[in-house]
């Protein structure tokens, strides 16, 4: 039987006396794309960077792919949000996108001519191939964010985060970039943020509001009229069990986040 | 300048200002790649606490800076590890605290103190041979570890959640490189005092920053400025008569400005 990609069992986090996440359960096959939704502060982030060893839980248990996350690091593929980044940081494209093989290379050795190839390949297809030589921080927003996923595809994760990939890029490498993941994950489990609901409608298998717990819909289906409800009204309310809670906030002329 | 090299301290003072360029190069990059500056300070400050115990106890003051600096580096990174930025409070209070303990120290020790001043404002035409020995070993431990773990060390020190979520051991790679950060400001007292390590530390780099293509040539970049201030600074110094350290951080502050205007200028 093949593991799930995804086990969270009884999590619990907080920052001090602040409760953040509180039981949050949550399984996921693998093969999914999981869209995570959640107004601002909600603690998908932080979710996020609980699964992958970022941030220690105070309770509970995670597995990825059957095993403990810091065993199964050099299959998992990350996109953080781009804007916590130092941009004066004196490096490369190439090099950001080759510092994605890390985790698949031992603490000693360095990295190969076929992990250069592998970097070379998912900056190709992010179309930064072009801008290789740059330095990072002379790139616009957009294209930042496009070699943190050319960093993320470089590692050939089996399993792939992101965190509101498509929060600084153009219209057009949006739906590029859905396109592509939707390819991806004919291979690859994918766990994405996003706020944006008409991505989630036609893209995600399955749905996990974060609002300090988890609801989990295992098909978007459920949620298609959920969504036109929300469109409706830039402010709404959608029913999980007893308490009603503001899953996202979506103005037309007000989309920033965070 | 040639006929100073007929003097053996001034061969001596050259050859220990080449050997702190290279780990203050090496290290100051990363510190300010890292954001550590003020951690860096602190652990130079402190480390005249391990002078005081040094006199004190009667050993060599050299081991005693070693020792006591390791020490406070490692508590540093403890408080430090989850929390940089919000940790300055206790990085100053450690900073102060370490000072103090070697000022009493130094009071408990019956007898003269003979050249305490060169430990707070460096000495470089004073370095023994023996001290040059001790610093070749400490820059080759420093550019060993980092050549080592160069590419986790980059990895860390661009997106350190990012590295964590790799399975990078960012734990263990922080307390080695504030390890490294007490080694470089062992041998950076040597030349310009613990008061004025922090400006060789971070002038360097911080210069070399905006013109390097990656961190590598970030640091061969503050070698070369380093080696540079240094050199110039001690011409200053024999030809002036004038304090070495102190003259080789005017030449780098003065490098410093004249950075900062012409940056200025261009953006403009």
Known sequence: ?258 | MIEALHYEFMRNALLAGLLISISCGIIGSLVVVNRIVFISGGIAHAAYGGIGIAFFLGFSPMLGIIGFSMLIAFVMAGVTLENKQRADTIIGVLWATGMALGIILLDLTPGYKTDLMSYLFGSILAVPKSHLWLMALLSVVIMGTVAAFYKDFLAMSYDEEFARAMGVPVKALYFVLLGLIALAVVMIIQAVGLILVIALLTIPPYIAERRAGSLGVMMLISIVLSAFFSLSGLWFSYTFNLTSGASIIMVAALFFFLHLIVVRLRSV
Request: glycine share 8%; aromatic share 6%; with cysteine.
């Open chain 1, 1 to 258: 039987m093949t593991p799930l990609a995804l086990e969270v069992e009884n999590l619990w986090f907080s920052y001090g006396s602040h409760v953040i996440l509180q039981d949050v359960n949550l399984q996921l096959k693998q093969g999914e794309f999981l869209a995570v939704l959640g107004a601002n502060g909600s603690g998908k982030t932080t979710l996020i960077k609980l699964v992958l060893g970022i941030l220690k839980p105070d309770r509970g248990s995670i597995r990825i792919l059957g095993g403990d996350p810091s065993k199964t690091a050099g299959r998992i593929g990350y996109v953080p949000q781009e804007t916590t980044l130092n941009k004066s940081f004196p490096i490369s494209v190439r090099d950001v996108a080759l510092m994605g093989r890390i985790g698949r290379l031992g603490r000693f050795s360095r990295y190969s001519p076929s992990d250069r190839e592998k970097a070379d390949a998912a900056l190709e297809r992010v179309g930064m191939w072009g801008l290789r030589d740059r330095p990072i921080g002379k790139l616009s927003g957009g294209q930042r964010q496009r070699v943190l996923i050319a960093r993320a595809i470089a590692s050939e994760p089996d399993i792939l985060f992101l965190d509101e990939p498509t929060s600084s890029v153009d219209k057009g490498f949006q739906e590029n970039l859905y396109g592509f993941l939707k390819e991806l994950n004919e291979r690859v489990t994918i766990v994405v943020i996003s706020h944006d609901l008409s991505i989630v409608s036609s893209y995600a298998k399955s749905i996990a509001c974060v609002n300090r717990t988890v609801y989990f819909h295992d098909h978007a289906e459920i949620t298609q009229e959920l969504l036109d409800q929300v469109y409706q009204c830039p402010v709404d309310v959608i029913a999980h069990g007893p308490i009603p809670h503001r899953v996202l906030q979506l103005h037309k002329d007000h989309e920033e986040d965070d």
